[in-house]
């Protein structure tokens, strides 16, 4: 099964440490990683250290951009980006040694045009198989290409999963998606109502599931994975006494979804994988860094109960 990852705004993502952060001065840090990220490709790595053959497709500009596709190439990841006009943007994440904290610092995504779009298509449609799986991951500013990426999917005889927000979020609803992963916020803002509990977030799961998308899940950080697939209700969890990094556990959680599906697992052991690699990202710095033995550690203490 092919397994193709697509990212409309792929970012040059830099590790950088600080003892502390003061105002109105030069603040000197030291830089400990320099990797291709945003979401798909998050993914994408994930899923090659969990051992899954994966191509990351989507956009990449300028140096940046050759950057990225270069070292995603470095890490075994094949790779078949579309060139765009704009820059691929650069994310910061500073970790404030002192103190403890952390500072996500991501520019917006950048523009892409009409033109850069449907070659993209293109190419993820030469890249789609019967029986593959093709995972849309982050936002698209030109969203309603999200609904042509699940059509085409299916068109193509594959499945389609969807990780996104906003307005491109609805626009993949409504195109019916395999699998739409998403985390509290991002599900409250699809279905336009708090969720402040669990029974308010089994609601919005089966709302989201009715409107024809198959499996549904709810990434809620340290609390777990809410899933259902319309007949059963699942939750994963997994404690963590000693947390390193919480960047990139939600694109790790949906790389040990896929890994569970390529191998014809079942919603609870989905879930179980979900929770196992979301929890071994927090132990790492840097998105989709998780290791096969980390996992393996992890996947029997996740409990994994039907509700």
């Known amino acids: 099964m092919s397994v193709v990852t697509v990212t409309f705004h792929p970012a040059l993502d830099k590790v950088l440490r600080v003892t502390r952060l003061r105002p109105n001065e030069v603040n000197r840090v030291r830089v400990e990683q320099l990797y291709a990220g945003g979401k798909g490709n998050n993914v994408a790595r994930a899923l090659t250290r969990l051992g899954?053959?994966?191509?990351?497709?989507?956009?990449?500009?300028?140096?940046?951009?050759?950057?990225?596709?270069?070292?995603?190439?470095?890490?075994?990841?094949?790779?078949?980006?579309?060139?765009?006009?704009?820059?691929?943007?650069?994310?910061?994440?500073?970790?404030?040694?002192?103190?403890?904290?952390?500072?996500?610092?991501?520019?917006?995504?950048?523009?892409?045009?009409?033109?850069?779009?449907?070659?993209?298509?293109?190419?993820?449609?030469?890249?789609?198989?019967?029986?593959?799986?093709?995972?849309?991951?982050?936002?698209?500013?030109i969203p309603e290409a999200y609904a042509r990426l699940v059509s085409l999917a299916h068109e193509r005889g594959a499945r389609c999963w969807v990780?996104?927000?906003?307005?491109?979020?609805?626009?993949?609803?409504?195109?019916?998606?395999?699998?739409?992963?998403?985390?509290?916020?991002?599900?409250?803002?699809?279905?336009?109502?708090?969720?402040?509990?669990?029974?308010?977030?089994?609601?919005?799961?089966?709302?989201?599931?009715?409107?024809?998308?198959?499996?549904?899940?709810?990434?809620?950080?340290?609390?777990?994975?809410?899933?259902?697939?319309?007949?059963?209700?699942?939750?994963?969890?997994?404690?963590?006494?000693?947390?390193?990094?919480?960047?990139?556990?939600?694109?790790?959680?949906l790389a040990g979804l896929a890994r569970a599906a390529f191998q014809g697992a079942g919603l609870p052991e989905m879930v179980r994988w979900g929770v196992a690699c979301g929890a071994a990202n927090t132990q790492v710095v840097g998105a989709g860094f998780i290791g096969w033995d980390m996992v393996e550690q992890l996947l029997p203490r996740v409990d994994v109960r039907l509700l």
């Open 163 to 253: 990780d996104s927000s906003g307005v491109a979020l609805q626009h993949s609803l409504a195109a019916r998606p395999d699998l739409v992963k998403v985390n509290a916020h991002e599900l409250a803002e699809a279905v336009g109502y708090e969720l402040n509990d669990e029974a308010a977030q089994r609601r919005a799961l089966a709302e989201v599931h009715t409107r024809g998308v198959p499996i549904v899940g709810v990434s809620l950080g340290a609390n777990g994975l809410l899933a259902t697939d319309g007949q059963t209700v699942w939750h994963g969890s997994l404690s963590m006494s000693n947390v390193v990094n919480t960047v990139g556990c939600g694109d790790s959680l």
């Open 52 to 141: 899954v053959k994966v191509t990351a497709a989507g956009f990449q500009g300028g140096y940046t951009g050759e950057f990225c596709a270069r070292s995603l190439e470095a890490e075994g990841i094949h790779t078949a980006f579309t060139t765009c006009r704009a820059f691929t943007r650069t994310s910061q994440l500073l970790f404030e040694t002192e103190t403890q904290a952390v500072y996500p610092i991501y520019e917006p995504g950048q523009q892409v045009e009409p033109d850069e779009v449907e070659a993209l298509l293109a190419t993820v449609g030469g890249l789609l198989e019967p029986g593959g799986l093709c995972l849309l991951c982050g936002t698209a500013l």
